[in-house]
């Protein structure tokens, strides 16, 4: 062998294929450093959480204490956020209150999801003449909106916290109906399900390992994006006057209390609004977070 040959360079190698640095950092990097907004937003509503959770040691007067010598008083040391006309604290029936709109929030929306779920599956699943019928129903339920469903519902069950949860829970079957259902559609005809019908396993069996699987978590994401509609339903209703009954501290309740001396008195209005607009805008940020994080069709259309 020649020296030539014994000293040629040897043949440069190409780099090993894979992703590109930047996309690995960027994989490896946290959703709260990615996402900031969500993480302010998650922040927000988990000190809400605990604020519901732990109410009665952090909220400093009893939420319907009355106290005619304290009537509307302006935010001050002793009332940090004011007193309404009967002279109850506004931030103890705000703290108080947020428990109350995460409890009907959250247990609506399962009420839903449940519904939901157990329709949009027997409408995937049957085909024919009972899925036709199943949805139509679910769409004469969407053709009205969730608010005038559950002020329907109140009309039957009658007023309380618990009959707002199931009126709110059953105006909210509908959209979580159809996701479920286009839901199962889409994996119905994928091959493995085809594959185990073909094997003779049991249907059951089948939807339990294979159907269920594949439609639980994208309606666990619309669940955690439907609880601030919720609550924005059930505060309309009390609003109203047809929901939730005094005295109970709730939200909406309280901003409908405070509109008749909001000329001279905003705070009795202004804080229960401003703890309701905050804790929805902050829940939509954490559930469109964790849908276009989590979703396999957000992320596949990203």
Known sequence: MSAEATNAPAPATLPPAGPAPQAQSRKRRSIFVRRPFFTVALVIAAAYLLAAAFAPHVAPYDPVLQSMDAMMQPPSGAHPLGTDSYGQDILSRVIFG????????IFSVLIGAAGGLVIGLAAGLSGGWVEWALMRLIDSILALPSLILAVAFIAILGQGVDKVVIAVGLSMVGPFS?????????????????????????????IRRHILPNVIFPLAVQVTIRISEAILVSSSLSFLGIGVTPPTPDWGLMIAEGRDFVSFAPWMSAMPGFALALLLIALSIVGDGIREEYDPKSRRGA
């Open 98 to 105: 947020a428990r109350y709109a995460l409890v009907i929030g």
């Open 178 to 206: 159809r996701t479920v259902r286009a839901d199962v559609m889409q994996v119905k005809v994928q091959g493995f399900v085809e594959a185990a019908h073909l094997m003779s396993i049991p249907s059951l069996q089948v």
